[in-house]
């Protein structure tokens, strides 16, 4: 080969190869270094001299509670020839601060851009530190961006006030600052089994909380019961989270470390009164992101609302051979009126959103005819023998995992709801794997299902049913459908790709060019009813079957339902969702 043929073959390369992936050990630990004369008793020189070393291992390093300005220093200096890029604490002000906020952050990697900021809030004795939260940009040596965002909020269980208004002005630092892939870590002061986690992750805007993503265990961060330095019950309130919006991190692990003492002494059995959280992650070009598979779709639908000719021919080719066991499997039933294709994009974005937060499932998409019947009540019948291959399917995928522990849950909406109840009628024996089922309903219909649900025996261990109200203006525009186009009419072909917003103004269009109906007081309150969704919140009343309870669960905002007729791929209705598949 001549030269310049060798040299165009090195260039080729060169610029062809993704550059690899650069793996990533980050660190959140609280670690209990409290100021003299308070700190005078909890045995920081035995416990500082293994936390000093211990931590080296990892590349970023988030600490809270490092209040003794004396340590802090002696720390810094111990780390600068392996972590040389150092933001310590916000800077004391005068006045009722007596102490720094203690955190700081330790870094093999330059950091290219930071800013601190201290909580306007606080309340008992946080009320004299300087408690708040630093915002770091560190790039990595091929140039390659992360941030990390620190924080020690309020501590206190009576706290709830102060501590949400933290993390809110958290949350604003934030989205200020965050260019790319962006690391929530530290105490938060937060449990993960109260409702106050939701409102954080809220407002944080649900990012990924890796340690629930890959477990299930507790994963307490405190433990008074095993820990004499912590005291209290068992609670998990130290996180790292990632909002990863280009899917630019892999994560490969993410553990609590108790990091126990080498030589303790008396009651410091552990190097803090906090356990830490660690993640080892890598992060990637966004050309290299992980590109989410399409869901699998099953149809029991041969076209024009006609079923085939029984479940067992059903093709489930596809499923099965993409089909992995050492997975979970999710399965979606959409609802009333709704198109193959619109189904199976419903699907897919729901797909996305899950896997960010969940890790991976096997996603299954099924799909039944109801998608241009106007007759609600054919829906129902259609439905209802849906539920024969809904079953069916169900069954099948069971028997792929064979002895395997692995469980199936399904998610359904609407009057995909009632196929999900005739599936639930069937033998139980033959649902051996249920996992947990989610069913979202229109709020007029709740005693309807309700009673559905209690007199079904074959309830899966954890079923949960959401009512949407203020869900009214669907009604109004199916009634306007009727309207239009007869009860027993079908909706135009063209109609059937198009979203709410876009079906409202083709109807205004007909409405203009129809002369024999007076449907201007009828629009009205179409038009009202839209109005309505979109400025209120839709409330979820969420009800465990499992137990027979009904509760409340949470608000959630409704102008993607009126543009989309699914209130099921609305976020915080995810992640609802997510939580429960997270918890035993």
């Known amino acids: 080969m001549k030269w310049y043929k060798a040299l165009l073959v090195v260039l080729m390369l060169s610029f062809t190869v993704p550059a690899a992936a650069e793996e990533v050990k980050l660190l959140a630990y609280n670690v209990y270094l409290r100021p003299d004369p308070v700190g005078w008793f909890d045995y920081k020189a035995e416990r500082f001299a293994e936390l000093s070393e211990a931590v080296r291992s990892y590349d970023v390093v988030g600490l809270c509670e490092v209040f003794d300005n004396k340590l802090r220093k002696e720390w ?246 993409d089909f992995d066991p050492q997975l979970d499997t999710i399965v979606m039933v959409h609802g009333f009126f709704n198109t193959f294709d619109s189904a199976k994009d419903s699907y897919t974005a729901i797909n996305k959103v899950m896997q960010t937060k969940t890790g991976k499932y096997n996603y299954v998409g099924f799909s039944w005819p109801c998608n241009i019947v106007l007759d609600f009540g054919k829906g129902m019948k259609h439905a209802n023998k849906a539920g024969e291959y809904l079953s069916h399917l169900l069954t099948e995928i069971s028997g792929w995992y064979g002895s395997d522990e692995r469980r199936v849950h399904v998610m359904s909406s609407s009057l995909g709801n009632r196929v999900t109840f005739s599936a639930l009628k069937q033998n139980s024996s033959r649902f051996i794997k249920w996992g947990q089922c989610f069913n979202f309903c229109p709020g007029v219909h709740q005693d309807v299902y309700l009673n559905e649900f209690k007199g079904t025996n074959n309830i899966p261990q954890k079923n949960w049913i959401f009512f949407a109200k203020n869900d009214f203006v669907l009604g109004y525009l199916y009634a306007a459908y009727h309207w239009l186009f007869g009860r027993d009419g079908e909706i135009p072909q063209e109609w059937q790709q198009l979203n709410g917003e876009e079906r409202i103004a083709k109807m205004r269009e007909l409405w203009e060019n129809k002369d024999n109906r007076s449907l201007n007081a009828f629009e009205s309150k179409v038009v009202e009813a839209i109005a309505r969704a979109q400025k209120n919140a839709m409330g979820l009343v969420g009800a465990d079957l499992g137990q027979r309870t009904v509760e409340n669960v949470v608000n959630i905002e409704v102008t993607d339902m009126v543009k989309t007729h699914s209130y099921w791929k609305n976020p915080k209705v995810l992640n609802i969702v997510i939580n429960k598949l997270q918890t035993k």
């Open 76 to 321: 810094t200096e111990l780390l600068s020839d392996t972590h040389p890029h150092v933001i310590q604490p916000p800077k004391r002000q005068q006045g009722r601060h007596v102490v720094n906020g203690g955190i700081m952050i330790f870094s093999r990697y330059p950091i290219v851009f930071h800013e601190k900021i201290i909580y306007r809030k606080a309340n008992n004795w946080d009320y004299f530190s300087d408690k708040g939260a630093i915002f770091a940009r560190i790039e990595l040596p091929s140039g390659k961006q992360f941030e990390v965002v620190l924080t020690h909020a309020q501590a206190g269980r009576d706290y709830h006030v102060e501590r949400k208004t933290q993390l809110e002005q958290m949350q604003e630092l934030v989205k200020k600052n965050s260019t790319g892939p962006t690391f929530l870590m530290g105490d938060f002061n937060v449990r993960d089994a109260f409702d106050e986690y939701n409102v954080m992750l809220d407002i944080f805007q649900h990012p990924r909380d890796l340690f629930r993503t890959l477990h299930k265990s507790p994963g307490y961060t405190t433990n008074g019961q095993e820990n004499p330095l912590s005291g209290g019950k068992p609670k998990r309130i130290d996180y790292i989270f990632l909002n990863d919006p280009d899917n630019e991190v892999r994560v490969k692990q993410c553990l609590v470390n108790k990091f126990p003492m080498k030589n303790p002494v008396e009651d410091a059995k552990f190097m803090s009164d906090h356990y830490a959280v660690q993640t080892t992650v890598e992060i990637v070009d966004p050309a290299q992101a992980f590109d989410y598979p399409q869901v699998n779709m099953v149809t029991c639908d041969k076209g024009n609302n006609k079923f085939v000719d029984s479940p067992a021919d059903m093709d489930l080719s596809n499923v099965q051979s």
